[in-house]
Structures are given as C-alpha cells and as structure tokens.
C-alpha cells in the first residue's frame, strides 16, 4: 500500500513551527513524509533534520488566476513525480489550490485543515466579494470523495455552513489546533521587577495589534508601572499587515518594546507574566496553547477561537473585540494580583495538559491519515 503523504504550507516557517509533532507521527508509523512550502528560511534547518523537503512557487498574496493556475500545476507536478496518496493542506490557499492539484493529480486521500479563516471571512467588501466567488469551486472541491475537512473550533464549522461553501451532509472535524509541546512549555517560578504582558503573532490588524498599542497609551497615561512586549514582524503577503511605518512611529514613541520576531517563544514565555491576544478571530491560537502550557493566564477578547482555550474568570480573562479600554481593566487587574495569575496560570496548565497536547493532536491526524492511532499501533 502506498503510504507517500505530503505536508502542504505557504511558508516553510509554519511546518518548521507547527506541523513537525503531526510528521514525526506519521514518519514513525512507516509513512514516507514529503514537506511541500515555498523555500524560505527555514529549509535547512528541515533538510538538516532529515526532512524531504520539495519547493514549490506560490505566491501567498497574489491572486492572478494565470498565476495561481500555475501554482495548481507545479504542484500536481510534485504529487504525480512523488506519487502522493495523502495530501495534507493547512491554511486557504494550500487547501484550494492543492486539492484542485490532488484532483489533477489523482491522489487518493485529502485532508483539508482551516487553521482559521482569516482574511476571506473577515468584513470588508473584497473578502465577502471573494468569499461568495469561491463558493462553487468549494462545492466541488470539498465534497469529493475521500476528502475530509477539518477546523479548530466549532463556530468556524458554521462559517464555512453559512458561506455556502459546503452542504449540510458534508462532514467536518473539530480538531483543538495544531497542539503544543508540555515540555518544551512549562511554568516558570522566576518573579520579575514589573509585570509584563506579551503578544506573540504577525503584526496584523486583525491580531488586535493596534488595540494593544492604544491599551499600552493608556497604562502609561495612568502610570501604571506594566511593559507591553509586542513580539513578531509583519506580514507582507497578508493585505492586514500593519506598515512599516506605523511600526516605527510606535517604536519611536516607547510605548511598547518591540524587538521584532523571536525563535525562542517559551523563553519569552517564561520572561512575561501575562499573556495578550486581542484579535478578531482566530482558529484555535497557537499563542495561547503556548502560554496555557507555560502556565501563565491570559487575556484575549471574547471571539471564536480564544474562547475556545481561555475559561474566563478560571484560565485568564475575555475582553470585548476592539476595546482598549477593557483590556487596559483586564491587564492592570491581574498585574496587581499576584496570587490571581498564580492561580489562573496554574489551571491553564492543567488544561494545556488534558487537551492540547502535540502528541494527541497528532495522533487525530494518524487516525485520519492512516486509519490507525499510535495507541493503537502499539
């Protein structure tokens, strides 16, 4: 039986970061992996782990149909000369363009994963206009036998419903992000001079990224004695990246520590007291699952996604959706309240522990892919 699965990305970043516990997973249970992104940074560190990795042009941005039909060629190219049987995609445009390749190229199993829905179901004109013209390539794309979809929280399951992108007797699975690796993640005892609240993500508008700003304005009008470490760089093949020079007006001002993108996320855990996501939506955060299993609370606003990992008033705290005001409230209460973050960190941790795991997480995708868990292999 061929068990050639490929692992499908935008950026090559994103498998390095994400997608590694769910290939280790399959590679041990004798699957031959194959690692599909456009070259970026993060190729030899993957090649140098052993990883086979095949460049593939995409542009993450773009949306030139001549040039997306290219990129839906060059791919089925990579499927039929690797003789693929399982295609996994993660994020938009993998999954549209790669399972239209899967489809060209004959592979056997799809497995469509929604890491959140982003832009294309955000509300300006040009996403909704572009949300309805995919609608009937998603009714063909998504119904086709032997391909499953999969999201990260139930509310994006009734997005997908309501934008008419698949039917009722279409099946999708809620599987709980991507997971985050326990050790790697830990609580930490260190006490800090000042608290510090930290935002870890692309610098985009939908991250809440400029409602954080406003909030660090007020802590300091009130003189609250917080520092807001705003930790990422923004995306140029995303139409929500923040501009460069808005950027540097913030840094200019002192407001917020900005020291650009960090490799070493649990290291900047573990030099924060409270963790910060006042975005407008999300799949199931990353971010969070991190500083869940770092043990510290968090603040996020009340959207799908966040409510999905942050137990309000247990785990960390829920503010409204563009609303500094509320957030400035949440981050000064639990930065004069020691004892609160202990123990909302602490039942993060537990948490973190009982359903965010890499390795559970990662053995869904074994069950999808193969039919069979590690458990149960063993």
Known sequence: ???????????????????????????????????????????????????????????????????????????????????????LHFTMKPIYIGTLAARLAGVEQVVNTFTGLGYLFGSSTTARLLRTALVPFARVLFTRRRTRLVVQNPKDVEAIRSAGWIGPRVSVAVVS????????????????????????????????????????????????????????EPDPGNPESLDEATLQQWRSEGLVQMPGHVDDVAAALAAADIAVLPSEREGLPRFLLEAAAAGLPSIATDVPGNRDVIDHEVTGLLVPPHDPKALYT?????????????????????????????????????????????????
Request: net charge positive; aromatic share 6%; proline share 4%.
């Open 1 to 87: 039986m061929n068990k050639t699965v490929v692992l499908v990305a935008a950026w090559d970043w994103v498998l390095f970061n994400f997608r590694m516990p769910i290939a280790r997973a399959l590679r041990s249970s004798g699957c031959e992996v194959i690692l599909v992104a456009p070259p970026g940074d993060y190729v030899e560190a993957l090649r140098s782990d052993g990883w086979d990795f095949e460049p593939w042009l995409v542009s993450r941005r773009g949306l030139n149909p001549l040039s997306q039909l290219a990129s839906v060629i060059r791919l089925a190219r990579i499927y039929r000369r690797r003789r693929v049987a399982t295609a």
């Open 330 to 378: 949440a981050i000064t209460r639990l930065a004069s309240d020691p004892a609160l973050r202990r123990r909302m960190g602490a039942a993060a941790r537990e948490k973190a522990e009982a359903q965010f795991s890499d390795a559970a997480i990662a053995d869904v995708y074994l069950g999808m892919v193969i039919g069979v868990t590690d458990s149960e292999a063993s």
């Open 177 to 232: 992000g991507s997971g985050v690796d326990l050790e790697r993640f830990s609580p930490h005892a260190d006490v800090h001079d000042t608290v510090v609240a930290v935002f870890a993500g692309r610098l985009l508008r939908s991250k809440g990224v400029a409602d954080l700003e406003a909030t660090a304005r007020l802590l300091r009008q009130q003189g609250e004695s917080v520092v807001v470490r705003i930790l990422g």
